[in-house]
């Protein structure tokens, strides 16, 4: 064992990874159109408007799972600083008002991302090798 996997054979935390990343897509992708449907319904065909909001809470739900379960195969590949984000955009998803149409002035200026954050450059390349 070790060394580079024989033919055929794959690394769990690799297709998990791919897994989430296109659930996360495809989810994020989902709430959008979904919002756009309330938002559209929500003066002429209340109920309709409920039932979409539902299925929008629904999708964010399956995202915040999505994300939840995303932090396991991370912590298995090593990725620490990359699995508490995603506990933190998970939490972030949860409180988020899926309706809000406000918006809250700055009063500062945004901190650029810190040199070490996971966020910066590519997205862990070394992590998608060999898929």
């Known amino acids: 064992m070790g060394g ?4 055929g054979e794959r690394y769990y935390a690799l297709e998990s990874l791919r897994t989430a990343q296109v659930r996360i897509m495809e989810l994020t992708q989902q709430m959008a159109v979904q919002r756009v449907q309330v938002e559209a319904c929500k ?5 309709a408007a409920r039932d979409l909001y539902s ?10 799972d999505t994300l939840s379960e995303a932090r396991f195969p991370l912590l298995e590949a ?8 995603a506990g933190q955009l998970r939490e972030g998803l949860l409180r988020f008002n899926l309706m809000s149409t406000a918006t809250v002035p700055s009063t500062t200026p945004c901190d650029p991302l810190p040199a070490n954050s996971p966020w910066r450059g590519p997205p862990a390349p070394q992590l998608l090798e060999g898929l």
């Open 55 to 64: 299925q929008l809470q629904s999708t964010r739900t399956q995202l915040a």
């Open 4 to 7: 580079q996997p024989e033919s």
């Open 43 to 47: 003066d002429s065909d209340i109920a």
């Open 78 to 85: 090593e990725e620490y600083q990359m699995a508490a984000v």
